[in-house]
Every structure is written in structure tokens, then in C-alpha cells.
Nanobody
Framework: QVQLVESGGGLVQPGGSLRLSCAAS????????MGWYRQAPGKVRELAAR???????TYADSWKGRFTISRDNAKNTMYLQMNNLKPEDTAVYYC????????WGQGTQVTVSS
């Protein structure tokens, strides 16, 4: 069973940047479309961006132009480059297959505040 470990979150000022990483155990990572999901306080978890096994990306409208999803299949790792962060981006960020197939990791907290 695949295990997922997210990292790279933290506290950042509005307009700042962060790079999140998602490390997956198991070589089957490369066969699956993957997604970054986020759960803001008091809200349900939602898919915000996804990437196919071949690298084709899709973003939620609120993320377009600010966030970039990428993956390195050789390293079983997915990334999320987050630029021009806004307070409304504050959430716990999770990765999983798309659709969410594997057990959820612990997520990584992103807090955008001055």
C-alpha cells in the first residue's frame, strides 16, 4: 500500500512563496495521476490541482497563474510551487492519487499571515 508524506509547509507572509513536496512509497506512483488537495479551516477537503502520469496539469481557477504542480517519477515525488500566496490559501495541504485512492497522509500546514 502506498504511503504519502507531505512536507514544506510553514508560515509565510502574503505575497510569499513555498514549495511543497509529496513523497510516495512504491514504484506504482509513476502509473497514477496525482493531485494536491487542501482543507481550509471549517471547510471540506477539495482538489486544487492534478497532474497525469505523463505530466499534463489541471488547476482550480483560484490557483491558475500562482501555483505550479509537477512530478518526478524517478524520485516518486510530486511538488507544488506556490507563489504570491494569499491569506485565503491558509489550509492543510494533502497529496493523493486522483481520485484519492490511497490512505491520506498527515498533510502539511500552510499559513499565510502578516
Amino acid at each position: 500500500q502506498v504511503q504519502l508524506v507531505e512536507s514544506g509547509g510553514g508560515l509565510v507572509q502574503p505575497g510569499g512563496s513555498l514549495r511543497l513536496s509529496c513523497a510516495a512509497s512504491g514504484s506504482i506512483f509513476r502509473l497514477y495521476a496525482m493531485g494536491w488537495y487542501r482543507q481550509a479551516p471549517g471547510k471540506v477537503r477539495e482538489l486544487a490541482a492534478r497532474i497525469t502520469s505523463g505530466g499534463t496539469t489541471t488547476y482550480a481557477d483560484s490557483w491558475k497563474g500562482r501555483f505550479t504542480i509537477s512530478r518526478d517519477n524517478a524520485k516518486n515525488t510530486m511538488y507544488l510551487q506556490m507563489n504570491n500566496l494569499k491569506p485565503e490559501d491558509t489550509a492543510v495541504y494533502y497529496c493523493n492519487a486522483y481520485p484519492g485512492t490511497w490512505p491520506w497522509g498527515q498533510g502539511t500546514q500552510v499559513t499565510v499571515s502578516s
